[in-house]
């Protein structure tokens, strides 16, 4: 898939839609035109039905996203204007990779840091190696964090690790990360990209429509009550009981085979 910039490879493979952070000079950190890109990527890969589930990785072995690129600070991120027109272009990439439809997974190998972190516990699950590291350094910086970025983090290692995180402003190992739930699996660097290769397969295999259900009713999950589409999230449920995969499931346990699964 053609992207905005080279620094940002879109590649489709086997049901899987690879996205991958290409800027390894300086350790993958995000620029505007990446951010822009990632946007766009996600967006395409929702509406694809050949794409079942979403891999982010970083290019190289030192980083996966190192937070933002520095040398466009005086252009992207000086003056009132330039900073509200970087954030909303960030904005708007996360928000599309925490409303992504399929299930998406970050594979994580070196440096996490800042935006980094902030794209990494946007995924549903995440898988680093065991020289991961981990951080927001806002307050070595003076930034502001807003309270979206702030609660996605607390929802999924609750406030007291959150806090430990913001306050010290310091990098995590991976087996701390792991300790605090920020990751899901931690595995030694070599056995990374095949153990994350085989985990999307084993998604890709199963019924698309109970996934996609199950993704609808975990981004209402996380809404406020109020707010939550259940009638939305329970229509996605009987749609799986009406379709030719549900017929499909319930045929090829009886014939001990795997069932071929075709999103209808």
């Not at 913001?166 to 995590?172: D, E, G, L, N």
């Not at 009406?242 to 045929?251: C, F, H, L, R, V």
Request: aromatic fraction near 8%.
């Amino acid at each position: 898939m053609q992207t905005l910039t080279d620094k940002l490879v879109a590649e489709k493979e086997n049901g899987i839609g690879w996205i991958t952070f290409n800027n390894p000079a300086r350790h993958n950190a995000m620029s505007f035109e990446m951010w822009q890109s990632m946007a766009e990527v996600l967006n395409a890969y929702a509406q694809d039905p050949e794409v079942r589930v979403v891999v982010l990785k970083g290019a190289g072995e030192k980083a996966f996203v190192a937070g933002a690129d520095i040398s466009q600070f005086k252009e992207r991120r000086t003056g009132p204007e330039a900073v509200a027109e970087y954030n909303a272009m960030a904005d708007s990439a996360n928000k599309s990779l925490v409303n992504c439809p399929k299930p998406t997974i970050a594979m994580v190998r070196g440096y996490c840091i800042g935006g980094g972190t902030g794209i990494a516990v946007a995924c549903d699950i995440r898988i680093a190696s065991e020289d991961a590291k981990f951080g927001v350094p806002a307050a070595k910086l003076g930034l502001g964090y807003r309270f979206v970025g702030i609660k996605r983090l607390c929802d999924i290692v609750g406030p007291q690790f959150a806090a430990e995180i913001f306050y010290t402003a310091r990098q995590f190992t991976a087996p701390e990360a792991l300790a605090m739930n920020l990751i899901n699996r931690m595995l030694p660097a070599a056995e990374l990209e095949k153990y994350v290769r085989d985990y999307a397969n084993t998604i890709v295999n199963n019924a698309p429509l109970t996934i996609a259900a199950v993704k609808r009713a975990l981004l209402e999950y996380v809404k406020d009550p109020a707010e939550r589409d259940l009638d939305g999230a329970q229509t996605m449920v009987d749609a799986c009981f009406a379709s030719q995969d549900y017929i499909e499931g319930q045929t090829a346990f009886m014939e001990k085979r795997k069932p071929v699964f075709k999103g209808i």
